[in-house]
C-alpha cells in the first residue's frame, strides 16, 4: 500500500469515527481485533453525533469524506444483502447535493473541452445545482442565429484524480478487510469497490449519459407522458453535457403542483406506467428517479426527467422474469412466479418447486384485501428477494438496482397521489407485455433468439475446424509417423462426430 493510499484510508477511517458512523456496526459479527479498533474509534466520537442514529451518522460522515465516498454509499444501498435492508433503505437517501466550485472556472473548463464551440455558449448562469461530479448552468446556446435555453453540465476540475486517488485508498482497505477478517470475505469488499469503480468511470464522461439521453429517446418517441431533454452533441463532451432546457415544475413542490391545475392522480399514474414501461419493454431504464430529478410539464404534458448518470438494464430474459413475477402477484398465481424462478436459473434444480411457492403464498396473501396505501410494490420485492435466500437463491445486482429504484418512484408516486393502488396502475403495463410474450410474437422472438445462437455456432465451426487442423499440423510436424497419423485422423472424425451432433441437437431445439 502506497504511502498516500495509506494516509488517505487513515483520514476516512478518522472521520468515520468522528461522524460516529462506526455505530452502524455490530462488534458481535467482528474478530477480537476489529472489536478493539471499533471499541477504540467510538471514543473519538463527537458529542453532537449522540442525538443522531447510527444510520443517520454514517450519512454525514460520507458527506463529510467527500464525493467518492456518497458515491460508494450510494452503491452500497443498491446492495442490502451486504449492508443489510435497513442501512440499504437510509443510504438510498443519499443525494448528491454539494457546495459548487468556483463560477470562475467555467469559461476556462468550456473552452479547454469545447474548444471554438465554447463560444455558442452565453449568459451562463451560476450553478443552479451542484452534485458530488458535477454542477449544472442555465445559458442560451446561439447557433446559426438562434437561441436556445440550453443545462450545461460540467465535470468538476480534478474530480477523476481525486476519485482515482479516493479509490486507491478503499482498494487497499477492502484488500486489508479480506486478509485480516475473514469473515468479512463474503461480503466480497473489493467487489463493491470495483462496483464503485465501473459505476464512477462512467459517470466520469458525460459523453455516455448523453448517449443514455439518446437510446432513451429513441425507446419513448411513440410514448406520451414521459418527457426528456434533447443533447447538443456539438456542444458536448467528456466534461461537458449540454441539453434542451425543461421548464417544470419541482415534483416535490405539491402545492405549486395543484397551484397550475394539474392532475396529480394522473401524473402519479404516468411516473409509474412509465418507469415499468421502460423496464419490463425496454430494459433500459433511469435508477436515479428521486424528486430531485424531477418535474411537471407545466402544460400538462407529463412528468420531465433529467440527470442520466446512473441507468440500469436488464435482458430480455430478466424482464420476462420481473413482468411474470409482478403479474403473478396481481393474480396471485404463486406457482407460476416459483416456477419462473427455477425455469430461469436464480434457484437451484435441488429446491421444491412446491416449497417455494409456498414460501411466495405467505407473501403474496396478505396483501389480499389490504387497502392501496398498505400495498408497496418495492416493499413485496424486497420481500421477495429476502425469502430467495432461504432457497440458496444468489442476489442478482441488477434486480436490486431494479427494487431500489421502484422505491423511489413509488415513494414519489404516492408523495403525489397517497391512494395510488400500485398493483391497479401496474397492470395495464405488465398484464400487456405477459400476454404479448405468451402469444405468437412473444414466440416468434424466441425462435429468433434461438437462431442467432444456433447460426452463430454454426458460423464459428469452420474456424474452429480450420485452428484445430492446424495445431494438428504443428503436433504431426514434431513428431511424424504412421502412428500420429492415424491419431491425427481419429481426432479430426471425431471432431467432426461432434460437430454433427451439435448441428443436431440445434435443429432438435426448433422442432
Not at 343 to 365: C, K, N, T, W
Request: charged share 25%; hydrophobic share 45%; net charge neutral.
Amino acid at each position: 500500500m502506497g504511502l498516500a493510499a495509506t494516509f488517505r484510508l487513515l483520514r476516512a477511517g478518522f472521520i468515520l469515527a468522528r461522524e460516529g458512523a462506526l455505530s452502524v456496526i455490530d462488534p458481535k459479527a467482528l474478530p477480537p481485533v476489529m472489536k478493539t479498533g471499533v471499541r477504540l474509534g467510538r471514543l473519538l466520537e463527537r458529542r453532537s453525533v449522540k442525538k443522531r442514529g447510527p444510520v443517520e451518522n454514517l450519512r454525514h460522515a460520507l458527506y463529510a469524506l467527500g464525493p467518492t465516498y456518497v458515491k460508494i454509499g450510494q452503491t452500497l444501498a443498491t446492495r442490502p444483502d451486504i449492508v443489510g435492508a435497513d442501512v440499504a433503505a437510509h443510504l438510498a437517501l443519499l443525494q448528491d447535493k454539494m457546495e459548487p466550485f468556483d463560477f470562475a472556472l467555467v469559461p476556462g473548463l468550456l473552452s479547454e473541452a469545447l474548444h471554438e464551440r465554447a463560444a455558442d455558449l452565453t449568459e451562463i448562469s451560476p450553478p443552479i445545482a451542484a452534485a458530488s461530479i458535477a454542477q449544472v448552468h442555465r445559458a442560451v446556446l446561439v447557433t446559426d442565429g438562434l437561441r436556445k435555453d440550453v443545462a450545461v453540465k460540467i465535470l468538476r476540475p480534478g474530480i477523476k484524480a481525486r476519485f482515482r486517488a479516493d479509490l486507491e485508498a478503499q482498494y487497499a482497505g477492502a484488500a486489508l478487510a479480506e486478509r485480516w477478517a475473514p469473515g468479512l470475505r463474503r461480503l466480497r469488499p473489493t467487489d463493491v469497490v470495483k462496483t464503485l469503480d465501473r459505476s464512477a468511470r462512467l459517470e466520469l464522461d458525460l459523453r455516455l449519459e448523453a448517449a443514455s439521453i439518446s437510446e432513451m429517446a429513441e425507446n419513448i418517441k411513440e410514448d406520451d407522458g414521459f418527457i426528456i431533454p434533447g443533447v447538443s452533441w456539438d456542444h458536448t463532451a467528456e466534461t461537458v453535457l449540454t441539453t434542451s432546457w425543461v421548464d417544470g415544475i419541482p415534483i416535490r413542490d405539491v402545492e405549486a403542483i395543484d397551484a397550475a391545475g394539474l392532475d396529480r392522480k394522473e401524473l402519479a399514474r404516468i411516473l409509474l406506467q412509465s418507469f415499468l414501461r421502460h423496464a419490463v419493454r425496454d430494459g433500459f431504464f433511469h435508477a436515479d428517479m428521486h424528486q430531485g430529478n424531477l418535474f411537471a410539464d407545466r402544460h400538462g404534458k407529463g412528468i420531465i426527467a433529467v440527470d442520466f448518470g446512473i441507468m440500469g438494464r436488464i435482458t430480455r430474459k430478466e424482464r420476462r422474469f420481473l413482468a411474470d413475477i409482478l403479474y403473478g402477484f396481481i393474480t396471485r398465481d404463486y406457482r407460476m412466479i416459483a416456477q419462473r424462478h427455477f425455469d430461469i436459473g436464480y434457484v437451484p434444480r435441488h429446491q421444491s418447486v412446491d416449497d417455494f411457492a409456498l414460501a411466495l403464498r405467505s407473501i403474496g396473501e396478505p396483501l389480499q384485501g389490504r387497502t392501496a396505501t398498505d400495498i408497496s410494490m418495492a416493499k413485496v420485492l424486497g420481500q421477495l428477494f429476502a425469502t430467495t435466500e432461504l432457497f440458496d437463491m444468489q442476489t442478482r445486482p441488477e434486480l436490486v438496482l431494479l427494487q431500489k429504484s421502484m422505491v423511489l418512484v413509488e415513494g414519489v408516486s404516492r408523495m403525489l397521489d397517497p391512494q395510488l393502488n400500485i398493483w391497479t396502475v401496474a397492470e395495464p403495463v405488465v398484464g400487456d407485455f405477459v400476454r404479448r410474450e405468451a402469444g405468437p410474437i412473444g414466440r416468434i422472438e424466441d425462435l429468433r433468439d434461438h437462431a442467432n445462437v444456433a447460426l452463430d455456432t454454426i458460423g464459428r465451426l469452420p474456424g474452429l475446424v480450420t485452428r484445430a487442423e492446424a495445431a494438428l499440423d504443428d503436433y504431426d510436424t514434431e513428431k511424424r509417423s504412421p502412428q500420429r497419423k492415424t491419431t491425427r485422423r481419429l481426432l479430426i472424425a471425431a471432431f467432426w462426430l461432434l460437430a454433427l451432433i451439435a448441428a443436431a441437437l440445434i435443429v432438435q431445439t426448433f422442432r
